[in-house]
């Protein structure tokens, strides 16, 4: 497809979003948790329609073209349909005719429509839910679909009829082929108006394009393939997409854990649409720091790769015992933040995510790239600076890149990214990236946005090790122990000194008009002495 093309059916797609959440907004859900479960349950429902009409028509061409495909479809004897099931991708949802959009569009005039839209998505939920289903950490299953139209406390089958004559003026089919970037730019689209680092759940914002890009690009240089990726605070998944698409979504398998119900559907509707549905398996909601749920061998399980954004603070006050059982003592070496007594939802619970993904690297392999707040990098003494002091005696440091201010337009906290490679024992690159960008306004706030040329340019620069004038430092463990670890990039430039040429008899005029100056100075200084004394004898003859 060309660029202008897929530009027609971004555009057209936004659309659609548009008009749905347009339909909500019409029977009182707007902005609500209603309204995000409706979108992205009926968002995702059209889409899956729209894939198992794509691939059916693949495997029957007789199909392509025809306007009553769905009736053609559902005459078919009950052992050729069943027989279908088998030669599709089995990562594709398999649908029963009575379950089709089409079905239900000709159907929306009869009463209790509502209940049939929701009973379809609930059944083909039931029929998928081997494939689609998420785990919460002891075990249940959440599926993919729940009844939507209970949102709307009146006139349900009015609002389920509305979102059915959305959804079929739309057809998904002809951008199935579509990439990564085509599809992320929808995700973002659909999510931008729930997508809140508010409230209680961490991680749920969605984390700025450049910093996934850079993040991606400089952990994955070269192609590389069967290997295992990981998120312990996953969101909506943006760092893993990023991640997985420059690996290669055929070449990589996904493993992740959030707190949040709310980011584990989102991530898995960013596994679906990123062709990533052999992972949803692995995407777990649950606690990570007190329930680790990926294990293998009897301990934490080992990744390849680790990506993450956790929240920088929160509180964890409740988990303080557990998180201190002895079992935990190796994940949290360096120990546990400290739970402010006036301000409990302060405790910087980044430090055990750090932590948690650095006991989670495969030995002497696995790669990890970590969004941290950047005060992180100096800080002189308790457990961030333990953190760093492991990082670089154990020789597991890639480099640090810090970001320009306002990068994320949710947050004024300065963040940078430290990177780490196990396998690492050469020279680590810190970056000072902190003057690059422009600021925008988006929404109420300002925001940091960098030009491809340099997130390019940051890439480059840590890829290749170079050191760059006022940008970067390529320093050894040895230096940066001699620095007391720190690993900001500004404390290792070589301080300049401008030299001006002047002849004998201009450097003696100048050293003659310092000496004169000098000679003033100390005369005031002498003068105003003997006021002091003066005015202090007077005083203690008074």
């Known amino acids: 497809m060309t660029t202008e093309n897929t530009q027609v059916f971004t555009e057209q797609t936004k659309e659609l979003i548009d008009e749905l959440k347009s339909v909500c907004s019409s029977y009182g859900l707007r902005n609500s948790t209603g309204e995000f479960d409706i979108i992205s349950q009926i968002f995702l429902y059209k889409f899956l329609n729209d894939r198992f009409a794509y691939e059916i028509k693949q495997l029957k061409p007789e199909l392509e073209g025809t306007d009553d495909w769905e009736e053609q479809l559902a005459q078919l004897p009950e052992e050729d349909y069943a027989v279908l099931q088998f030669q599709m991708n089995a990562a594709t949802a398999f649908l029963q005719p009575h379950q089709l959009l089409g079905y239900l569009f000709q159907r929306q005039n009869e009463p209790d429509f509502a209940k049939l839209l929701d009973d379809t998505l609930l059944d083909i939920a039931a029929d998928n839910i081997e494939l689609f289903a998420v785990k919460t950490e002891d075990g249940q299953k959440i599926q993919l679909f729940d009844r939507i139209t209970e949102n709307v406390k009146s006139k349900q089958d009015a609002f389920a009829k509305a979102l059915v004559n959305k959804l079929v003026i739309f057809n998904f089919e002809n951008i199935m082929e579509e990439g990564f970037d085509f599809f992320s730019t929808i995700f973002e689209y659909l999510i931008k108006d729930y997508n809140s680092n508010a409230g209680s759940s961490y991680a749920e914002y969605y984390t700025p394009h450049a910093v996934s890009k850079i993040m991606a690009n400089i952990l994955v240089p070269e192609p590389i393939s069967n290997v295992t990726i990981y998120d312990p605070s996953a969101g909506s998944g943006t760092l893993l997409m990023n991640l997985a698409h420059a690996i290669g979504p055929d070449k990589c398998t996904v493993y992740s854990q959030d707190i949040s119900q ?47 954004n956790p929240h920088f603070k929160l509180d964890f006050s409740d988990d303080i015992d557990v998180l201190k059982k002895k079992e935990n003592k190796a994940r949290f070496f360096a120990g546990i933040p400290n739970v402010p007594a006036k301000k409990k939802e302060s405790m910087a619970i980044y430090t055990l995510f750090l932590q948690h993904i650095m006991y989670s690297l495969k030995v002497g392999k696995g790669k990890a790239a970590v969004v ?3 005060g992180f990098i100096t800080a002189q003494s308790g457990i961030e600076k333990k953190i760093r002091k492991k990082m670089v005696d154990e020789k597991m440091l890639a480099g640090v890149v810090s970001m320009p201010s306002n990068i994320f337009a949710t947050t004024g906290t300065n963040v940078s990214i430290v990177f780490l490679d196990a396998a690492n024992t050469g020279d680590v690159v810190l970056i000072d990236a902190s003057n690059l960008g422009e600021t925008v306004k988006e929404g109420k706030n ?51 000194i401008e030299y001006v040429d002047i002849t004998q008899e201009e450097f003696t005029t100048q050293i003659k008009k310092f000496e004169n100056t000098l000679d003033i100075l100390f005369e005031e200084s002498k003068e105003l002495e003997n006021s002091i004394n003066d005015g202090l004898n007077s005083l203690k003859y008074d």
Request: net charge neutral.
């Open 262 to 308: 709310k980011s584990s559907n989102l991530l898995r509707l960013n596994l679906v649409l990123n062709q990533l549905v052999h992972s949803i398996e692995n995407v777990i909601q649950g606690n990570t720091m007190t329930d680790p749920y990926h294990r293998k061998n009897g301990g934490v399980r080992k990744f390849d790769y680790i990506v993450s």
């Open 372 to 374: 941290v707040p950047t």
């Open 446 to 496: 300002q925001k940091t946005v960098l030009t491809k040329d340099e997130e390019q340019h940051i890439i480059n620069t840590f890829t290749q090790k170079e050191a760059v004038e006022d940008f970067s430092v390529v320093v050894s463990y040895d230096d940066i122990k001699e620095k007391n670890y720190s690993l900001s990039a500004g404390q290792y430039f070589e301080v300049k």
